[in-house]
């Protein structure tokens, strides 16, 4: 049984999505949107779709099962509330809006419409993230007490210039943080239960943008933990993300999706370095060569549907990064200790 795919926007992001889908029997891409017609056309031809430039014909695609939103992360809410109104299953790039109050309204928009949603959050399904959330999980990192996330990246200045929308308030609704950093966010929310509260420092120190490229934040998590939060893009030449986390049984340390360092009282059977993981250059580069985690997300998407799986990243929590981000540049504007929302 075949499942249809439409593509919403034909940038880096939406060209990976295409990949990962014709990795797929399954799926079938349909449609592509993208109001550069010129783009959507070529796409369409060289992946066997139709091209369109007018958002509801798009919509009005058939046959057309679910949508992949790799649109400006200000337009995810108003699409995915679209899309899910005419019936379509909605599996969306992070972050799933730049506001809790949109994000929340796209959540209900699926809920209400009986339809799936899905956030494309590949950490989820990388071997090495996901044992060591079955290391946690077991206890064998013992009660948690520090944790320590580093995304020091680089983006060159014409990633911004290049772009109508990254780096503005109106469609990136942040910089460092809301759009790299999430991927981190997500990840530490994931594999340690929710923050309760942040408080942070946010400058624009090397990029023209409207937004933060510079992130630091200190964290208290509901468990008891503290953490701190680095985020940047305009770190040269950029460093793998690495996430460190220590308990009283030992420390885990990650880097990229790699498990590089496992020091820990009682070692699991799974707990030998194996130094497996992407090729994607995310450090330096926008490019997602390798499509594993969203081919991954994307099967995963397709059971879903099918109710044969449950979602890996749902829309309810991908609502949690959106309000740790938040809660981050609310402290950074007044100065003192903020809840993240919900």
């Known amino acids: 049984m075949a499942f249809y795919i439409g593509i919403v926007g034909t940038g880096n992001i939406s060209r990976t999505h295409l990949r990962a889908a014709a990795e797929l ?17 070529e796409l369409a031809r060289e992946f066997g779709a139709t091209a369109y430039a007018d958002w509801n014909s798009f919509l009005d695609h058939r046959p057309m099962d679910f ?14 509330i679209d ?19 949109r994000a929340g309204a796209l959540v209900q928009a699926c809920r209400q419409q009986d339809r799936k949603l899905g956030v494309f959050f590949q950490d989820r399904v990388k071997t090495d993230t996901l044992r060591l959330r079955s290391w946690i999980q077991k206890g064998l990192l013992g009660n948690i007490s520090l944790v320590s996330a580093q995304v020091r990246w680089y983006r060159p200045p014409e990633y911004y210039a290049q772009s109508d929308w990254r780096g503005t308030v109106a469609m990136d609704g942040g910089g460092a943080l809301m759009n790299q950093g999430v991927h981190t966010v997500d990840l530490m929310l994931w594999l340690l239960g929710p923050v309760r509260r942040v408080m942070a420092l946010t400058a624009t120190q090397l990029h023209r943008i409207e937004v933060e490229d510079t992130v630091a934040a200190l964290l208290e998590f509901e468990s008891g933990a503290l953490g701190t939060l680095e985020a940047s893009t305009a770190a040269f030449p950029g460093y793998p993300r690495r996430l460190a986390i220590s308990g009283s049984e030992g420390t885990v340390i990650l880097e990229h999706d790699r498990l590089t360092s496992v020091d820990l009282r009682t070692l699991p059977e799974d707990g030998r370095l194996e130094g497996k993981g992407d090729s994607n250059q995310s450090a330096s580069s926008a490019v997602v060569s390798d499509t594993s985690g969203h081919r991954l997300l994307l099967e995963n998407f397709v059971q879903a549907m099918q109710g044969k799986a449950a979602l890996c990243c749902s829309g309810q929590e991908a609502l949690s990064s959106v309000a740790l981000v938040r809660a981050v540049y609310e402290s950074a504007r007044s100065g003192g200790w903020v809840q993240p929302a919900g």
């Not at 029997?25 to 056309?41: F, L, N, S, W």
């Open 25 to 41: 029997e399954d799926v079938k891409t349909a449609a592509i949107y993208g109001p550069r017609t010129e783009e959507a056309e």
């Open 67 to 80: 949508v992949a939103l790799g649109s400006p992360s200000g337009l995810h809410a108003r699409q995915g």
């Open 83 to 101: 899309a899910a109104g005419r019936g379509l299953h909605v599996l969306t790039e992070k972050p799933i809006d730049i506001t809790v109050e």
